[in-house]
């Protein structure tokens, strides 16, 4: 048998179910892992190693007593620290949550725990999620388990880490720009970012609240509908949450995808395109192309002012949301101040890493009088245009196929100094942001350093059984990845 840690939570629910495990030894298993490598990973902020052993226990207990479990029951996992865990430490990478202890859990965490997950423990990120390495958290850097020399991408780098380097069964992320998509394409895993009101996003933090959703990385395609199953559906806690039908999407698997219309661009593979990543996503369309599938050369380009507009409306939003850590209610204070304003003034200064206080400071200009129609309602208007872009997209196709990044990842500190490039590293997730649509990250390939590259598909608002339709299909066809 293959270690218990390199397995998918499919095969791994298939023998606690047999009882040819138990959840107490696969927990242990996990623990021991992330033990052994998480000092050179860094994956984690916090692990939960007592509470996962009684969890487990308990598990072990209920299905010795005849019990009929969900499949995740017994599964270990763990969450980005953004995620509200009641009882639980949730920094978001920062000094200014480094003792906030939540008094209520995350409606897609108390979803797992009603469903018998194991949570391992809570995963590190960019401070407050902006960022795209992994580099800006308050604790340290989190690495690369394919190159330790390199990001992981961010911010839910922790989270891809993880899953790469076998410390958890699967992961939650965040995902605004393309948090949860571009660390699973830099560490070979399948990483999904559902339709905005697919999933609760109530106990979720906010970095940009018209934008951000919780994600999920995993090993495989499988696992990635297994668990969207589990935390999908309408939360009364969240106004933006669907009543939209849930459906099984596990049973389009292995439908085949013959006569399937995948969607390519204009101008995809522009010349700021790593030529691996050019060379694998093309390989990609080739196979998808013999296993039935029809390409579509799409006359349109992807908006190009898309990734302007997007900064514009995340860092507004981000201004907001910011505001209310301020020193007074909760969260880190300032010792030293000698009135009101100047407590404020230290707290914040304090308290936020370089890149949260940057983005803060360009958020509130642009939300100034005189900037806001210059800036905040064009990028309005391009978000607009974003959806007419799909729209019109997929009138021709049934899903669009691009990189997930144009770069495999990057070497730590590579770019550290380099605001444009970084940007650009979400050039062709953010479109699906704004529009509010699902994409979804599959591993397709590696460089000739032997870093992964990704593709992404992305398809109408709450199709993601579609997207699991054909990745599916291409990984049954190639294999599932490099984790």
């Known amino acids: 048998m293959k270690p218990l840690t390199s397995m998918t939570a499919s095969a791994l629910s298939t023998l606690l179910q047999a009882k040819e495990i138990s959840s107490v030894e696969l927990t242990n298993a996990f623990l021991q892992q992330i033990e052994s490598r998480d000092c050179e990973i860094g994956a984690y902020l916090t692990v939960c190693a007592a509470s996962a052993l009684q969890t487990a226990a308990s598990i072990d207990k209920r299905r010795a007593n005849g019990e009929k479990l969900p499949a995740l029951s017994g599964i270990p996992m763990a969450i980005k620290d953004n995620i509200c865990t009641r009882g639980i430490r949730t920094t978001c990478a920062s000094k200014m949550l480094s003792d906030y202890v939540p008094p209520y859990s995350a409606t897609v965490y108390s979803r797992l725990m009603q469903n018998g997950a194991v949570l391992l423990g809570k995963l590190n990120m960019d401070e407050f999620a902006m960022g795209g390495s992994t580099e800006n958290s308050a604790y340290h850097t989190t690495r690369n388990p394919h190159n330790t020399a390199y990001v992981p991408g961010g911010s839910s780098g922790g989270s891809a880490a993880a899953v790469a380097a076998r410390e958890a069964v699967y992961t939650l992320g965040s995902d605004t720009g393309g948090s949860v998509r571009l660390p699973a394409a830099f560490c070979g895993a399948v990483g999904l970012r559902p339709t905005y009101g697919r999933v609760s996003r109530y106990g979720l933090v906010a970095y940009a609240c018209s934008l951000d959703q919780v994600g999920i990385v995993t090993k495989d395609i499988r696992d990635n509908a297994l668990v969207l199953q589990t935390i999908a559906g309408y939360d009364a806690n969240d106004f933006t949450s669907s009543s939209a039908e849930i459906p099984d999407y596990t049973a389009v698997l292995g ?151 144009p770069t495999a990842a990057y070497r730590i500190g590579e770019q550290s100094e380099d605001l444009a490039v970084k940007l650009g590293m979400d050039c062709y997730t953010v479109p699906a942001s704004l529009a509010g649509i699902p994409a979804l990250s599959v591993p397709c390939g590696i460089t000739a350093e032997g870093l992964p590259i990704g593709m992404q598909l992305t398809a109408p608002a709450f199709c993601e059984s579609l997207l699991y339709r054909v990745a599916y299909a291409y990984e049954r066809e190639v294999g599932n990845g490099t984790v």
Do not use: H, W
């Open 255 to 405: 439908r085949g995808i013959s006569g399937l219309r995948i969607g390519v661009p204009k101008d995809v593979f522009s010349q700021t395109v790593q030529s691996d990543v050019k060379q694998v996503v093309a390989c990609a369309l080739e196979k998808l192309e013999s296993m039935g599938a029809e390409l579509v050369e799409l006359p349109y380009a992807i908006p190009e002012l898309a990734l302007q507009a997007y900064y514009i409306l995340a860092l507004a939003e981000a201004s907001c949301n910011l505001a209310r850590y301020d020193g007074v209610r909760y969260g880190y204070r300032a010792e030293a101040a000698e009135d009101l304003q100047c407590m404020y003034r230290l707290t914040r200064s304090e308290g936020f890493g370089s890149e949260v206080k940057r983005r803060i400071l360009v958020g509130a200009y642009l939300l100034g009088e005189s900037q806001k129609t210059a800036y905040y309602d064009k990028a309005l208007q391009v978000r607009r245009q974003v959806g007419l872009f799909f729209d019109k997209s997929f009138a021709m196709c049934d899903l669009i196929l691009t990189p997930t990044s």
